[in-house]
């Protein structure tokens, strides 16, 4: 095939499938004349390029197309029929172009059938007539069958031109006939004045349409086309000359004074900016991979029979033409699956009030060195019940594992291979390529993709990819004596442990992980997954954290040391190696050594399998949920003897501590100017040593204005823990004793303090109250702590309090006839739980308007909403303690004003 | 000569006391294998990937591969370049002798109570004077322990 014939096939496909775009604009906007002159005016350049390369059959397709469209720019409505048959014109010149691809020659057949139907809507003054002919499109673009060999007289109409009908044509003719096309498009335009009479094109628009050509090839002679073996060829050296310049960079290194280092210096910043410009030669727009989107959207639309808005965004993106193949066809999958599964039908649609037409969202931008990638829509989002069944079905998972799961990690079993939730396989989608497809295609180029979804208002997918594949920056690690790499990608920061910080790593059940900002972070350790972790202390308190992030799964890796950065050249893992899901290949550094380069997805999968995720968003605060459930923060301090003593981290107000020469002593007692009022200090114990100099810690607990200072001889930690306690306490001011962190633990009773300061504590709260007698108060919790913790914060509060250590027992304690004013009631309860005890209490006749506030470690709007439908009066976290007693103010105030 | 009496050069090489031999056409280079970086979870035979002049080289060690016991520590170490599917692989040996011709109709089959492990990469046997050459099958040679266990 020549030059010439290659060139005008590129070329024509590209133009084709903006016709197809614009098409589809053109149909939701009849009335734009400038959607219409584009389309126009790209047919009509196709119909030239083909006369001039003697391509009859695709000539006469595109004149007719072009006719009918000239008719559109008559004036004549544009009819949803009429876009159809122009599509299947174009499918056919489509079809037409991949035969003459392969052959090199226009297949032998006819357009006929076509063209008839086209004439026919171009005569007809309304073009409705020939709707019923209309042949259906191929999407598949399948070669047309070789009909009739007649070369029908089909082109009489076409005299103008006949001079560069077929036939043989030389080279040279070719060659000087394109030529004059390209210099001279302007050339053009009598073409289509001399057609005029039958098309009767306005001057004025007529130039309109002709002037813009010019302007774009202008453009176009800026530009050259290159082949991307070229490039490809072209990155390969940049690549080589990247690592040759690193090595000649680490020599240099070792020779402080080296007359090189100018030079290099310089060699290294062309190097950076020559590396830069191919990576840009490579660059394409992301639009380029969604260009098909909206024809195959609105195909779709029809086979659906539901109307779907696309909505594209960033379309400019650029990445790398590489990374570009990769994800078109998993973008066209997950386009296909939000039309088919994701959105519903119209009439269900407006069933639940939402817009009869449906939206596909798409979106592209860039952040931090890689590129985003959102498809979403507003269907009915996945169905997490169907997902499970499957899931067991299919054997991916087990009734007791999935118990573990949270949704998020539930929703992901999508992703696995042969699953595909749709009962029944539709032509559209469930064609074998399920979402596992999709996935390993984004993982192939280092990409992850998450999804988000809520019942009834849709899915989010999103797809993170790098920008480019050939070169990555990536962090250098040791682990057992060995450097590996980590893309940068994938990396979130990094921690360094040290015995001493405050970034310690903690074990629960043999499970190493870093307590970070409040989140627990899982952690595996890089010499253990690779097999050389010669079974080291799990918590040695040394090394660093790569904090990583995969697809929504947060976990730390640990190493020995971190080294640099680098830029390093990915090169394939040897096909001997390559079952190794850890890595991801290997890559020579500076320094001529060859390491391998860490797959943090390898590394996710196996962190998934052996910890508890941490995840992001809800599927984190469930989890964190389901662990303060069970947890409480406790501040662990020492204070007399070296027995370790905690209180609820929630009841402090402040850790300070005072310079112990400003404390003043009077009759007896300890104070100290505290934030311009005198504190009154106690001290946890009589052995607590009364330091007369330097510092001391001081625990500050308050209440309204009043404040008292706990002094302890030092804080330890702050930890987070199951509380049990035993409740036996014998000495005063303990509530009881706790394993905390394996050793025996006094937890104090902060009330014990108070009162012993001020000996009005409760009586002062009882005036404020101000009722003569004091109210009735039942607290239900199994928790023996929270009722001791609690009970004497309900009585300082000017309540008489009956606790109860289960829902039955409280409930029993109502029906004996026993008056309460007001109920407080913990949620998570073994046998009756507060939603229960709430909703009983509500039929009995006792306590039917009795306020029940609900106290629970579990705060979160379904909670707080499940908590109202079932008769509470307001809801508090369980630590809220003035919270708790706002509550309980505002609703005896209530009852007050009632009464 | 009677018909095409077919030659072959063989490059000799020691692997602990045993004489093998490679067709020539299929050795690559010899090198001698520099900062060798191991790779976790790999099968036991690859001690690891290095860089031979910008490529990387997936290093098998025959001794592992012939259930011998470890070089010591310090003892020489070469290795014969070998390129296969467009990878290059280094086959990890003691030391390299001359090449040697040999007409391929005096090659013997392996004995046949042959350690398995030796007659899974044995071509064939030469006897020369005085000692016997064990002709390695390349492809034998690459050929992974899961291929093997398939086949």
Redesign the interface.
Known sequence: MDDLLREFLTETNESLDVVDVELVKFEQDPNNAKILDNVFRLVHTIKGTCGFLGLPRLEALAHAGETLMGRFRDGVPVTGEAVTVILSSIDRIKAILGELDRTGEEPVGNDRDLIEVLEEMSLASGVKAAAKNIPVPSSEAEPQPAVVPETAGELTYQVLERELRPGEVSLDELERAFRETEIEPVEAAPVVEEKAPAIKVPMVRASAAEAEPKAEVAAANSTIRVSVDTLEHMMTMVSELVLTRNQLLEIVRHHEDSEFKVPLQRLSNVTAELQEGVMKTRMQPIGNAWQKLPRIVRDLSAELQKPIDLEMSGAETELDRQVLDFIKDPLTHMVRNSADHGLESPVERLAIGKPERGLIKLSAYHEGGQILIEISDDGRGLNLGKIKRKALESGVTTEAELEKLSDQQIYKFIFAPGFSTAAEVTSVSGRGVGMDVVRNNIELIGGTIDLKTASGEGTTFTIKIPLTLAIVPALIVEAAGDRYAIPQLAVVELVRVQANSEHRIELIKNTPVLRLRNKLLPLVHLSNLLGRGETSDMTAQTGFIVVTQIGGLNFGIVVDGVFHTEEIVVKPMASRLRHITMFSGTTILGDGSVILIIDPNGVASAVGSNVDLARDDSAERQAAAAVSSAMTSLLLFRAGGDAPKAVPLSLITRLEEIDVSTIERSSGRSMVQYRGRLMQLVSVSPETEERTEGMQPLLVFSEGERSIGLLVDEIVDIVEDRMDIDVAAEARGVVGSAIVKGKATEVIDVSYYLTQVFEDWLHRKELDVGAPTRKQLLFVDDSAFFRNMLTPVLKAAGFEVVSAESASNGLALVKSGHRFDIIVSDIEMPEMDGFAFAETLRQTDEARDTPIIALSSLVSPAAMERGRAAGFHDYVAKFDRPGLLAALKDKTNEMRNVA | MSGQELEVDFVTVMIGDQLFGLPIGRVHDVFVPE?L???????PE?SG???LR?R?V?ALDMRTVLGLPPREDGAPLMAVGIEA?G?AFGLLIDSVGEVTKLSMSEMEAAPANLDTRWARVADGVYRLDGRLLVILNVDQV?G?EQELAAA
């Open positions: 900062r970086t191991r790779v976790p979870l790999a099968a690859v990937v290095l860089n910008g990387i997936t599917k990878e690459l992974t």
